[in-house]
């Protein structure tokens, strides 16, 4: 089993800036990808952004050239650094890791944060 404890979100006006952490945790073997995705209410979630374990990155477009993941390996970490905010960021994000546990290392499984919320005014 792996957790995934998020931080960092909170209330911030439009073009303000937010860091979110994730780190994970448990019986890990492995993790591949870690990301970050988001939900608005009513809405479908939503990819915002993942990272491979090699550095590769992936950005939905709408956050493109505001956003920046990043990944401390050694910590099992990953960052979202959100600047230029906009109201339309508004949602609950999601940490996600795509993760091996030990004892099931033959499995990779998505595991996910319980959500921290980002609320920007305008």
Known sequence: QVQLVESGGG????GGSLRLS????????SINAMG???QAPGKQRELV???????????????????????????????????SLKPEDTAAYYCNARARAV?????????????????VSS
Request: net charge positive; hydrophobic share 35%; glycine share 12%.
């Open 11 to 14: 209330l911030v006006q439009a």
């Open 22 to 29: 994730c780190a994970a945790s448990g019986s890990i073997f």
């Open 36 to 38: 970050w995705y988001r």
């Open 49 to 83: 952004a993942t990272s491979t374990s090699g550095g590769g990155t992936n950005y939905a477009d709408s956050v493109k050239g505001r956003f920046t993941i990043s990944r401390d390996n050694a910590k099992n970490t990953v960052y979202l650094q959100m600047n």
């Open 103 to 119: 004892g099931s290392m033959w499995s990779e499984i998505n595991y996910w944060g319980q959500g921290t919320q980002v609320t």
